[in-house]
């Protein structure tokens, strides 16, 4: 238990070196709502009107991530941010089972379901990204847009993980995450430390209080890959156009994962990479990502 204590420790490490926290934004006009997704309730906070917009965090966050993106994209579209299972005020099922991929991207149908759309735009950073590939990939006629953000397409990361001993040896807070008993490890202080304001992290902490721990480490358990790194042969073609968002120093998930994304897109396919941001590039540089995320929809608009 010792060696588990000291490698979720490293783990904690290298998430508090990958991201910053810019100034609060204003919450004014955000409403919330619970989706039911086969009995698991999901929570999501929602601002404006227009095309729907699917904002879905990473680990450890929660919906408050998108402050400085929520107001921008709510001046012409319907954002609703979600609290991941497991997350905040979201249901937070026992069990490795209820956190597997079909289940989550289930979770981003329902919430798009429950808010009476057809289609939306997906949005995701981290393991809110892994869950948006795999909603375009299996939901085509649902996935108008795709936004990716830190979070490379799974036969990019697959291959890395195969081939790349520096991708390897980085994705070892990972390895220790899918240990037995690693939940036990973390506190909420502890998983806040990345974010770097005090009035946000407050917020945080009493975010992760209310979450469970097993369940965020539950994403890693049920979802990220293992030896031997197979490629799965029948991963279908993204069909929408994607945008992907990508801090190069990004200490998890290194952008050689990147290379060769273009063959897995049937459609338009832009990259955008942020030199001195992280692995919280939405974080580190809210600004600019808000620029590019509002820009390029306004440049792939959809019909209304």
């Given amino acids: 238990m010792t060696n ?31 989706a039911d997704s086969q009995g698991v309730k999901i929570h999501y906070v929602t601002a404006g009107e227009g095309p729907l917009v699917v904002l879905l965090h990473g680990f450890p966050d929660f919906h408050y991530t998108w402050r400085d993106q929520i107001p921008a994209l709510a001046k012409t579209c319907q954002v609703a941010a979600l609290d991941l299972r497991g997350y905040n005020d979201s249901d937070q099922p026992t069990g490795v089972e209820n ?13 798009v379901r429950h808010l009476k759309r057809e289609r939306a735009t997906i949005v995701g950073h981290d393991w809110g990204g892994a869950i948006a590939w795999n909603v375009a990939m299996r939901h085509p006629e649902l996935t108008e847009r795709l936004v990716i953000l830190n979070l490379p397409h799974p036969r990019g990361l697959l291959r890395e993980l195969k081939t790349n001993p520096e991708q390897q040896k980085n994705s070892a807070y990972a390895r ?17 430390g990345w974010v770097r304001e005090p009035e946000a992290r407050v917020k945080y902490v009493a975010a992760f209080r209310k979450s469970s721990l097993a369940g965020m480490l539950n994403y890693y358990q049920a ?6 790194y197979d490629i799965p042969a029948d991963l279908p073609q993204v069909k929408c156009p994607v945008l992907m968002i990508h801090g190069l120093d990004d200490k998890a998930l290194l952008p050689g994962a990147l290379n060769d994304t273009w063959q897995w897109i049937d459609n338009e396919f832009s990259l955008v990479t942020v030199p001195k941001a992280g692995h919280f590039v939405h974080r580190d540089q809210p600004e600019r990502v808000t620029r590019i995320l509002v820009d390029w929809l306004a440049a792939h608009p959809v019909a209304k």
């Fill in 4 to 34: 588990l204590i000291r490698r979720i420790g490293l783990a904690c490490c290298c998430w508090l070196l990958l991201g910053a926290v810019s100034g609060l934004a204003a919450q004014e006009g955000w409403k919330e709502g619970l």
């Fill in 99 to 111: 956190y597997s991929l079909d289940k989550l991207v289930g979770d981003v149908v329902a919430v």
């Fill in 176 to 192: 220790a995450f899918q240990l037995p008993g690693a939940a036990a490890a973390l506190t909420p202080e502890a998983i806040a």
């Fill in 223 to 228: 979802n990220y890959p293992r030896e031997p």
